[in-house]
């Protein structure tokens, strides 16, 4: 693969990750109710612990994946993500293998998802992804590739 090809694949994974992280953000913030009913069904939070979890999933969901999209802070938004994702995949393991039946909230109401395999699947490659951005050295189309420019046009 060409050189110059890398750092756009990887700027679209970007934007990808961006996009997802943060319609997925919108649309709890929008409609919580499904959210918080999710996560009483995984069983791994107090009750009263219940909704302020859910809204700062959702927020840091909807700053992280504006951020990517932006290409602001590329590498703290990608941690953050990154985070989130070993967050979910840790809280979903104990479900499949209980075999009880949870909807995963990933997105609303807007797609009933289920907890499954695919889930832990579709996780883990976007954990792949977030790391792949992070490592990013390049962070084409963004705004640190901008200011990271004009500072070093102002220190020559």
């Known amino acids: 693969m060409k050189a110059g090809i890398l750092p756009f694949l990887i700027a679209v ?10 319609l997925s953000g919108i649309i709890k913030l929008l409609n919580p109710t499904n959210f918080y ?3 009483r069904g995984f069983n791994v939070l107090p009750e009263p612990l219940v909704v302020p979890f859910a ?11 504006v951020m990517m999209v932006a290409g602001l ?14 967050v979910f995949i840790a809280a ?3 479900i499949i293998i209980s075999g009880d039946i949870v909807g995963c909230g990933c997105f ?30 390049n962070q084409k189309m963004s705004v640190d590739k901008i200011v990271s420019r004009r500072r070093s046009d102002v220190q020559e």
Do not use: C, H
């Open 13 to 22: 994974i970007r934007i990808i990750l961006g996009v997802v992280f943060s």
């Open 108 to 137: 609303g109401s807007i797609v009933e998802e289920k907890v499954d395999v695919y889930l832990i699947l579709r996780d883990v490659i976007f954990l792949i992804f977030s790391l792949v951005v992070y490592q990013d050295i």
């Open 92 to 94: 979903i393991i104990p």
């Open 55 to 65: 809204l700062m999933i959702s927020t840091v969901e909807l700053l992280a994946g």
């Open 73 to 86: 802070w590329i590498k703290f938004a990608s941690f953050v993500i990154s985070i989130l994702l070993l």
């Open 37 to 39: 009913n999710s996560l």
